[in-house]
């Protein structure tokens, strides 16, 4: 409702607008942000009881919202919607100078846009800066995606703990039981949950 506001809407983010808070971040005219302000997007997520077909109306209902919120993204940045998608998928975190670069934002508070004007402004001094040379400050922009950081380091730590295959001197094969589960199926199961505790 906010883009539909006839006047002109600034949003001004100071600390962090991450997830919703993004998206309401979309619906301004001028998005600004504080030079140690971070914005975060990620997909959609909700919890979901029932069988089959609950489920699928989960996922459904999450694709939808999705698309709705990669909407909001499009029209502020301009961004291509696969591009939006893999960074949602990637759940992003970036700070103000990565922000403005990607379109989310359009420029960073600076310390004299907060100050309030109360002085008549004296003649130039030599020692004030010009507002290109304030833009000459090099951008160290910075984009973070949890999840590549944690594949990266599961993927070192496999690598690295990773035990050596033996070789293994054929054995005289054991008929398989058709019923009951063996032991080493139990364990290999019993492993693979231990992942997700």
């Known amino acids: 409702m906010l883009t539909q506001y006839k006047g002109n809407v600034t949003v001004k983010i100071d600390g962090i607008a991450a997830s919703a808070a993004s998206v309401i971040a979309m619906a301004g005219n001028t998005v600004l ?12 997520a909700t919890v979901a009881f029932g069988d089959h077909a609950e489920m699928q109306k989960a996922i459904d209902m999450l694709a939808e919202v999705k698309e709705s919120i990669i909407n909001a993204y499009v029209i502020k940045t301009g961004l291509t919607r696969a591009k939006l998608s893999h960074l949602m ?73 990773s035990k050596p295959k033996q070789t293994v001197t054929k054995q005289a094969e054991i008929p398989a039981k058709t019923n009951g589960t063996s032991a080493s199926e139990i364990k290999e199961r019993l492993n693979f949950m231990k992942k997700f505790i």
Not at 33 to 44: D, L, T
Not at 127 to 138: F, G, I, Y
């Open 33 to 44: 942000m504080s030079p140690v302000s971070m914005m975060m997007i990620h997909n959609p």
């Open 89 to 161: 998928d990637a759940e992003t975190w970036m700070d103000a100078n990565k922000a403005v670069e990607l379109g989310f934002a359009d420029d960073i508070i600076t310390r004299a846009e907060t100050k309030p004007n109360t002085e008549e402004p004296d003649e130039e001094d030599e020692d004030e800066s010009t507002e290109e040379e304030e833009k000459k400050v090099p951008n160290n922009s910075m984009l973070f995606s949890r999840k590549a950081v944690n594949n990266a380091l599961m993927n070192k730590l496999e690598k690295h703990y």
